[in-house]
């Protein structure tokens, strides 16, 4: 028995000593080194939950929106609730339903790259996430995956517009800005995929003579990252309806798709100019205003 405790004295004289343990091996490489399979608790949930100190992967199989919460950390090192470097792992294994992802107040998740940071996120069926406290008072999110859903995502959105404010448009071979119509997106860095879809909704009027008939042809110019003209994005044409001439009113319902734009911010504009007029062409010609979107998707 004497033989055995001072064996097992120098064995642990040695752990400490070496500040190293092997778990399966007698050649621990690191602080802690596993030479087999590894184990920790796995937690799965339908309904809100928040995470504790006794939860690492966490799976969702709600039939509903749910919200996941992250417990309240410190910046304060060493104390209680100093937990940077812990890990969770979190899937949503639901057939449709959306996993939020929320912070305690205060805290926030950080993306890195051009994503700004947020205290929440939102992880859809098929996707997993593996989350990391950092040393902040937040979370670094190192991976997110959609295992089992390729599917668009929306990243971000930016709107613009004005009605009812009459801009004159000129005859001629220039092209004229539509005031109001730019609208500034970022496209993310990370992303495997990348797709911005752009809409210019607007109308405009003018008075004509008879016979009086044209068109307009609009073309998107944009600058940021790099800088590109869509031309031909799309043509609309007007006529009188009387032969003795009459007010006509036009719309031009726009759609242009833009795909793997390098990461950065971009702004885009729309463009005008008028074309083939024929018969009594009036003044003013005008347009009248115009609503501007533009949407980032991604497929992570």
């Not at 119509?181 to 495997?192: E, I, K, L, N």
């Not at 004509?208 to 003209?229: D, H, N, P, W, Y």
């Not at 036009?250 to 950065?264: E, T």
């Amino acid at each position: 028995m004497k033989n055995k405790i001072i064996f097992a004295s120098a064995m642990l004289f040695a752990v400490i000593a070496q500040s190293q343990v092997g778990v399966n091996t007698t050649l621990p490489s690191s602080t802690l080194t596993v030479n087999g399979s590894f184990e920790a608790p796995y937690t799965s949930i339908t309904g809100n939950y928040t995470l504790t100190n006794q939860d690492y992967q966490v799976s969702f199989t709600g039939t509903s929106n749910t919200v996941l919460t992250f417990p309240s950390k410190t910046t304060t090192n060493s104390s209680a609730n100093d937990f940077r470097g812990r890990v969770y792992f979190i899937k949503n294994n639901s057939a449709s339903n959306t996993l939020t992802l929320t912070t305690a107040s205060g805290d926030f998740f950080r993306f890195g790259g051009s994503k700004a940071n947020a205290n929440t996120y939102s992880l859809r069926a098929g996707a997993y996430a593996l989350i990391t406290a950092n040393e902040t008072t937040g979370w670094d999110i190192g991976a997110i995956a959609n295992a089992g859903n390729n599917s668009w995502m929306l990243n971000s959105t930016d709107l613009n517009g004005v009605i009812n404010t009459a801009q004159q448009i000129p005859a001629g071979n220039n092209y004229t800005t539509i005031n109001n119509s730019s609208v500034t997106v970022t496209v993310p860095t990370g992303a495997s995929q990348s797709r911005v879809v752009l809409s210019f909704i607007g109308w405009g009027d003018t008075y004509t003579g008879a016979a009086g008939m044209g068109s307009l042809r609009f073309r998107i110019q944009q600058t940021g990252v790099s800088s590109a003209t869509y031309n031909s994005a799309m043509m609309c044409s007007w006529a009188a309806t009387h032969s003795n001439g009459d007010g006509v009113r036009f719309n031009f319902p726009l759609n242009y798709s833009l795909n793997n734009l390098a990461p950065g911010t971009y702004t885009f504009a729309l463009e005008v100019v008028r074309e083939g007029a024929a018969g009594a062409v009036g003044n003013p010609f005008q347009i009248w205003g115009v609503q501007s979107k533009a949407d980032v998707y991604i497929k992570e």
